[in-house]
C-alpha cells in the first residue's frame, strides 16, 4: 500500500465520480438492511423508524420502540431479568447511548438523547466481604418525560425521574429527579442558577 501513496490523490481523483455515485444507494441499503435487522431482533418496529446501522442488543430484548425514531449507529441496548426499555415516538438517539434496564427505562416522545450518553437503572451491590462482581444488583426505574434533552456523554443513574422539557447538560452525572423544565449541570448534576436581571435584561 506504501507504494501506491506517490499516486493517491491522482487515484482518488479517479475514483471519485464512482464512489459519489456508489455512496447515495448503498447508505440506503444499509439503512433498509439495519432496520430489517432490527425487526428481526425486536418484532413490531415500525416502517417510520429510521435505523443507521443495527444496535448492540444484550439480555431478553424486552424493548418496546414508538414511532419517527431515529437511532445513530453504536447504540447499546440491554435488558435483564424483569427488565424493559420503552422509548415513546419521535426520540432521537444519538452515536454510543447506552441503555441498560434490570427494572425500567421509560423515554417520552420526542426527546434527544446526546452521543455516549449512558442510562442505567441498577447498581452493583458493595460492601465488606462481598464479592461484587456475583452481589447482585440495587434497581430503580429511570423515567424521562416527554421533550427532554439529555447532553453528550452525562450519565443518568437508577431512580431518577426528569420532567417533560427538562435539559441535562453534557457530561452531567444526574442522581436525582430534575424537576419539569429544569436544566441541570455538572457532577452530580445541580439546577443552573436563574438568570439574574440587569437593567431590565438578562445578564
Excluded at 81 to 91: K, S
Excluded at 105 to 120: H, K, N, P, Q
Excluded at 142 to 169: F, K, M, P, T
Aim: net charge positive; glycine share 12%.
Amino acid at each position: 500500500m506504501a507504494s501506491l501513496r506517490p499516486f493517491k490523490p491522482l487515484l482518488s481523483l479517479a475514483l471519485w465520480p464512482l464512489a459519489r455515485l456508489a455512496d447515495k444507494p448503498f447508505a440506503a441499503w444499509r439503512r433498509l438492511w439495519a432496520y430489517a435487522r432490527l425487526r428481526a431482533a425486536v418484532p413490531g418496529v415500525d416502517a417510520s423508524v429510521v435505523v443507521l446501522a443495527m444496535p448492540e442488543l444484550h439480555g431478553t430484548r424486552r424493548i418496546g420502540l414508538g414511532k419517527d425514531l431515529y437511532l445513530y449507529p453504536g447504540l447499546y441496548l440491554e435488558t435483564q431479568a424483569a427488565g424493559r426499555i420503552e422509548i415513546g415516538d419521535g426520540v432521537v438517539m444519538s452515536r454510543g447511548v447506552h441503555l441498560v434496564a434490570f427494572d425500567r427505562i421509560s423515554i417520552g416522545a420526542g426527546s434527544m438523547i446526546g452521543e455516549y450518553a449512558s442510562l442505567r437503572d441498577a447498581n452493583h451491590r458493595h460492601g465488606a466481604g462481598m464479592d461484587l462482581c456475583h452481589s447482585g444488583h440495587e434497581v430503580r426505574p429511570i423515567r424521562l418525560g416527554r421533550n427532554v434533552w439529555i447532553g453528550r456523554g452525562a450519565v443518568v443513574l437508577a431512580g431518577v425521574e426528569i420532567g417533560d422539557g427538562a435539559v441535562v447538560g453534557a457530561n452531567a452525572v444526574v442522581t436525582r429527579s430534575v424537576a419539569a423544565g429544569q436544566t441541570v449541570v455538572g457532577v452530580p448534576a445541580r439546577p443552573l442558577p436563574p438568570c439574574q436581571l440587569v437593567g431590565g435584561e438578562k445578564a
